[in-house]
C-alpha cells in the first residue's frame, strides 16, 4: 500500500517545481540549457578523447611488444646458433646449455607473439570504438551548434516577449491611472466647464429679462406720464378745468347699489 505522505510529497515538490518553472525567468532558463547542451558535449568529447586513447595506448603496447619480439627473437637465433657450433665442436655440454637457453627465448617468444595477437585484436576494436566516438563528437558537436543556434532564437523571443510584456503592463498601468476616481479626467474637466458656462449663460439670460422688464415698465410709466400732460393740455385748450368731471368720472366708475 502506498504511503499517502509520500504520496502527497510527491504531489507538493512536483506542483512546486512546476510553479517554479512557471514563474522563472526564460532568460535564466535559457542560459540553463544552454549550459546543460555545452556540458553534455563536453562529456561525449572526453568520453571520445578517453576511447581515442585507448586505441593510441594499444599502438604504443604493439610497437614495444614488436621490439620485444624482435630481441627474442634474435636472442633465440643466437642461442641455436651457439648450440649448433658447440655440437659442431665436440662440445656436447655447451651445446645443451646452449640449446636450453633457445627453448626458454622461444617459449618467450610464442609469449610475445600471443600477446602481440591478442593487443592487435584489443587494438582493432579500439580503433571500431574510435571512429564510432569521433562520429559521435561531430554529430554532438552539430547538435550543440544547432541547439545554440535555437536557444539564441528564443533568447531573442523571449526578449521580445518580455518588451511586450512591459509595454502591456506600462498601458495597463496608464489605463489604471486614467481610471482613478481621485485623478479628474479630461471628460469630467470638460463637462464641468461646460456646465458652469450653462449655469452663467441662464443666469445672465434672466438678468437681462428682468433689466429688459424694468425697462418696459419705465417706458410704459414715461408713456402715461406723456398721455397724462397731453390730457392736461387738450383740457387747456378746451377750456375745461383739470378737475371738473372728476366727481362724474367717479360716479361713473362706481357700481350702481341697484
Do not use: C
Not at 235 to 252: F, M, V
Amino acid at each position: 500500500m502506498a504511503n499517502p505522505f509520500s504520496k502527497g510529497w510527491k504531489y507538493l515538490t512536483a506542483s512546486l517545481d512546476a510553479k517554479i518553472d512557471e514563474n522563472a525567468d526564460p532568460q535564466i532558463q535559457i542560459n540553463q540549457a544552454i549550459e546543460a547542451a555545452r556540458n553534455q558535449h563536453r562529456a561525449i568529447s572526453e568520453q571520445a578523447a578517453t576511447v581515442i586513447g585507448q586505441q593510441h595506448q594499444l599502438e604504443l603496447k604493439i610497437n614495444r611488444l614488436l621490439q620485444d619480439k624482435e630481441k627474442a627473437e634474435g636472442q633465440t637465433k643466437n642461442a641455436l646458433n651457439l648450440a649448433d657450433k658447440a655440437a659442431s665442436e665436440g662440445n656436447a655440454q655447451t651445446a645443451q646449455e646452449y640449446q636450453q637457453a633457445a627453448e626458454v627465448l622461444a617459449t618467450q617468444l610464442v609469449s610475445i607473439e600471443e600477446q602481440i595477437s591478442e593487443t592487435q585484436t584489443m587494438h582493432q576494436q579500439a580503433s571500431q570504438a574510435a571512429e564510432q566516438a569521433k562520429r559521435q563528437q561531430k554529430e554532438s558537436e552539430s547538435r550543440l551548434q544547432e541547439q545554440l543556434g535555437e536557444l539564441e532564437k528564443l533568447r531573442s523571443q523571449a526578449a521580445q516577449a518580455d518588451m511586450q510584456k512591459k509595454a502591456s503592463e506600462a498601458l495597463d498601468g496608464a489605463q489604471q491611472l486614467s481610471g482613478d476616481s481621485s485623478t479628474p479626467t479630461l471628460d469630467s474637466v470638460r463637462e464641468k466647464i461646460e456646465r458652469r458656462y450653462a449655469q452663467a449663460l441662464g443666469a445672465q439670460e434672466l438678468v437681462q429679462n428682468s433689466v429688459g422688464e424694468q425697462i418696459s415698465n419705465y417706458q410704459s410709466l414715461e408713456t402715461d406720464l406723456k398721455a397724462s400732460a397731453r390730457l392736461e393740455q387738450l383740457r387747456g385748450e378746451l377750456g375745461i378745468s383739470t378737475g371738473q368731471n372728476q366727481p362724474a368720472l367717479e360716479e361713473s366708475s362706481t357700481p350702481s347699489e341697484e
